[in-house]
């Protein structure tokens, strides 16, 4: 749920950064009279049950989120749709067609790679966060894929194990 909430934070993060023409602390690139003026906290619904967030804001109050609407509360469609979107590889160019089918969110190439690189080291974090040593119960279990690799198909399997702690 946590995550989540990072999640989106990144993301709206990106889609300001997106919007002013630089990224946060490079006034180097800045190439307008807006700037970034802090944050607001909003309470949204989501699968995960309800989740805090900062929206960031602009100066001159031109910032309309996409991901996250203005006014909008609910949210539980788009978790699972991003998580999905990320856990199958989908290219930015797939990202950018589904969020206009599903949400009409009209995202560019370079804010979607924006996001997704603001992504990933949540992403590795999670990874490699750290175990419980015991695990009441514990599933395995593997999906095989056919693959494309140095011009040949081969079969992969992608392994999963999910524990349930004590």
Known sequence: KEQFGELIEEMLES????????????YREKETTN???????????????????????????????????KNQRDISSIDDQVLSMYAKGMTVRD??????????????????????????????EWQNRPLSRVYA????????YKVRQDGRIVNKAAYMAIGIDL
């Open 95 to 124: 990202i950018q067609a589904h969020l206009q089918d599903l949400y009409g969110v009209d995202a560019s190439p370079t804010l979607i790679s924006g996001i997704t690189d603001k992504i990933v080291p949540l992403i590795k």
């Open 15 to 26: 889609e300001l950064d997106h919007e002013l023409g630089y990224s946060k602390y490079d």
């Open 137 to 144: 119960h514990v599933v395995m279990d593997a999906v095989h």
């Open 35 to 69: 700037s970034r003026n802090g944050k607001r906290e909003k309470q949204l619904r989501s699968n995960y049950g309800n989740i805090e967030i900062e929206v960031p804001r602009d100066r001159e109050g031109e910032f309309e989120p996409q991901i996250v609407k």
